[in-house]
């Protein structure tokens, strides 16, 4: 798989600590949703670093979105985040990874349960399924469980609440460090009654994509599966603080 | 070529421009140009390097080192008990050899202190663990009349394979392991038995390992027919199908 050198179009705030590259790349082969590609930094002196950024736009889109989320101690994430600009050229390569990726022709019933930066893929996912065509989007039905610390870390809010407007998906949030009433969404971690509540029963026999923090990953997982969901049916990916 | 012998071409090519990185980046790549070479890097403006902790002798090229033990698996964390739990080496023809979780533990022990190198980029120096050789299991098989074949097939409760061949296994290489730290390997890790084969990228040490099958032919495992390397030999950084 070759190295291209991609070039960044546009570079737009998520959060304080997130931002989105857009990303031009020449000859891009296409990707599903869910993908990923690996990015690689090379310095004057012949040092090199290398890390893997989940593709957050949806396979329709020409361009290729990043949301990169700035890790203070790490050595990729602060240089994508606040050194890198538009009109430079980065070094990508991809797509990777073909486990972990939804098309809105796999019929049937989705969950989504993201925590943190993990919503980078499954927001590919529901933009993919928003922009299919209305017959082919019929054969699946979309919900999201999205899990962060507090409000301000929430990626793709307005984006996300306009999907369910339009009935693109329903979303749940469940914001860990906040305190609230709980009818205006979850203020705990995701447990069993709340993947009761927002997923779909195990006779639907719906895929459900879990990414995020290991603890969170391996939570979730293990619940869906005392739930009854087919282990089978259960994808994971998860983020460890990349630097 | 690999990334590690392009950095060696820069630095032998034009050793005068070396002192002055400035003027070798400006000179294979002028700023607003689209560049893809496949035989010169790409110098990413205004990127310097940071980590040199780890010694470049121990960290394949596009590796960085961590202290974690990040945790990387396709599924739910299978729940085998012990009482169930087997491993079997099985031959073409049926013919397959079984131990049970005393079993294992009754053979040899090793205790291998090796690096570790994930695909994802992450490498772990020094990592302790305790097992038993894949050579004393493999001979006890071919004893008991498994027949050799040139490939194997790792697998997994949940359903995960990787193909290896044969000789990756063997010489004192690759183990199947226990103990973590002294510690019985936690679930997340692969517990309770996973591979441990450290000169390969670590997708090739199979987490929840319930056994060994021959084959003829190298046919790719779980990660292998979703796009990543037969082999995987980190040095090579043969990540990816295609990658040398």
């Given amino acids: 798989m070759k190295w291209t050198v991609a070039s960044v179009v546009e570079v737009r705030d998520e959060t304080l600590r997130a931002k989105t590259l857009v990303l031009d790349v020449p000859d891009w082969p296409g990707h599903r949703a869910g993908q990923h590609v690996d990015v690689r930094l090379v310095a004057e002196d012949g040092y090199q670093a290398q890390r893997s950024y989940s593709i957050a736009s949806p396979p329709e889109s020409r361009q290729l979105e990043l949301t990169v989320e700035r890790i203070d101690d790490g050595e990729v994430s602060p240089y994508l985040c606040d050194v890198l600009h538009v009109g430079d050229g980065l070094e990508v390569r991809g797509p990777i990874g073909g486990y972990f990726v939804w098309d809105v022709r796999d019929a049937g019933p989705v969950l989504l349960v993201a925590g943190g930066s993990g919503i980078v893929p499954l927001m590919a996912m529901m933009r993919h399924r928003a922009r299919a065509d209305a017959n082919l989007r019929a054969l699946s039905e979309m919900s999201l469980l999205y899990s962060t610390r507090t409000l301000g870390d929430l990626f793709y809010l307005k984006e996300i609440e306009r999907l369910v407007e339009e009935q693109h998906v329903r979303a749940a949030f469940t914001l860990t460090r906040e305190k609230g009433d709980d009818r205006r969404g979850y203020h705990r971690r995701i447990d069993k009654a709340m993947l009761t509540d927002v997923g779909w029963p195990p006779s639907h026999m719906p895929r459900s994509y879990v990414c995020g923090p290991t603890p969170l990953v391996e939570s979730v997982a293990r619940t869906l599966v005392e739930l009854g969901h087919d282990p089978s049916r259960v994808l994971t990916e998860r983020f460890g603080p990349t630097g | ?244």
């Fill in chain 2, 1 to 244: 070529m690999t990334i590690h012998a392009r950095w060696m071409v820069a630095q032998i090519v034009l050793p005068d421009e070396k002192s002055d990185g400035r003027v070798l980046s400006g000179k294979l790549h002028p700023r607003g140009v689209n560049v893809t070479m496949a035989d010169e890097p790409f110098i990413a403006r205004g990127f310097h390097s940071r980590r040199q902790t780890a010694p470049a002798s121990r960290l394949p090229p596009g590796q960085y080192e961590t202290r974690d033990f990040p945790v990387l698996s396709a599924g739910p964390t299978p729940q085998t008990s012990l009482a169930e739990w087997d491993f079997r080496i099985e031959g073409l023809d049926g013919k397959s050899m079984r131990w049970s979780w005393t079993d294992i533990l009754a053979l040899p022990h090793e205790t291998p202190t090796v690096d570790i190198h994930c695909v994802t980029k992450w490498s772990k120096f020094d990592t302790k663990w305790e097992g038993v050789s894949v050579d004393l299991l493999l001979d006890a098989a071919r004893d008991a009349g498994v027949a050799e074949q040139p490939f194997i097939m790792a697998f997994s409760d949940g359903g995960y394979t990787t193909n290896l061949p044969r000789g990756d296994l063997t010489g004192g290489k690759a183990w199947i392991v226990f103990l973590y730290d002294d510690a019985l390997l936690a679930p997340e890790h692969g517990g309770p038995v996973r591979l441990l084969v450290p000169h390969l990228y670590f997708w090739k040490s199979a987490k929840w390992l319930r056994g060994l099958r021959m084959m003829e032919r190298d046919d790719p495992g779980f990660w292998e027919q979703l796009g990543y390397h037969d082999r995987g030999d980190p040095w090579r950084e043969q990540r990816y199908q295609g990658d040398p």
